[in-house]
């Protein structure tokens, strides 16, 4: 069946760069999603990646896409307090989204 | 533009009652869907919509009701509430479908006594 597994917790400190790391099981999902959720918020669209890149780069965010072992990972350079979060991995292999459990991210001063 | 609202923010039920979480969107989006969140376990999809008129069940289904009788809104009814649905409900549109970027509200607390 399909899943969508990530670590629970990372801890960095303020500088560093963080990194989450996701793997799936579907290999037809087209488009693979990265969503953050602040405290008491909804979730919102960080960025995606479509199956056919390696890597996608949008300011501090590096995206990596290994389809053959299917993993996915989100880099955060210079994390910064403001990162702290919940990030979650996502595909949608028949169009409907399947999330990962989410990955806590803490940003230490 | 507000975008996706829901309401209320908060409810505390008892056991075996029913209500309404109401979800609305100003984007024209023709797709909607309905997950909860709790705890270990992720977002789970419960119902979605592709457009006025048309539901259907996502994973978790059992224990709720949609209708979709206007693009705008997509209302999710508990009959009769169990302690199983005390979780963080969230409401998402799309123009489309899934895999377009989805639009989150800010979520219902439901708590069941």
């Known amino acids: 069946g399909e899943d969508v597994e990530q670590s629970l917790f990372l801890s960095v400190r303020e500088g560093d760069s963080s990194v989450i790391n996701c793997t799936y099981t579907d290999s037809s999902s087209t488009y693979l999603y990265w969503y953050k959720q602040e405290p008491g918020a909804g979730l919102q669209l960080l960025t995606y990646?479509?199956?056919?890149?390696d890597m996608k780069q949008d300011q501090r965010l590096t995206v990596l896409l290994n389809k053959k072992d299917k993993h996915l990972s989100l880099r955060i350079a210079d994390t910064q307090t403001g990162d702290s979060a919940i990030y979650f991995c996502?595909?949608?292999?028949?169009?409907?989204?399947?999330f990962g459990k989410g990955t806590k991210l803490s940003v230490k001063p | 533009n507000a975008g996706v609202t829901q309401t209320p923010k908060f409810q505390v039920l008892k056991t075996g009652q029913s209500m309404t979480l109401q979800c609305a969107q100003d984007?024209?989006?023709?797709?909607m869907s309905w997950y909860r969140q709790d705890p270990g376990m992720g977002l789970r999809l419960i119902h979605y919509?592709?457009?006025?008129?048309?539901?259907d069940q996502g994973e978790v289904p059992n224990g709720y009701n949609v209708s979709r009788s206007t693009t705008e809104d997509f209302p999710l009814r508990l009959l009769s509430a169990a302690p199983s649905q005390t979780s963080v409900y969230f409401c998402?549109?799309?123009?489309?479908?899934?895999?377009?970027?989805?639009?989150f509200g800010p979520g219902t607390r439901l708590l069941v006594l």
């Open positions: 996502a595909e949608a292999p028949e169009g409907n989204l399947i």
């Open positions: 998402a549109s799309s123009e489309t479908g899934a895999r377009e970027t989805q639009y």
């Open positions: 919509s592709v457009g006025a008129g048309i539901t």
């Open positions: 990646i479509f199956s056919n890149m």
């Open positions: 984007m024209n989006h023709e797709y």
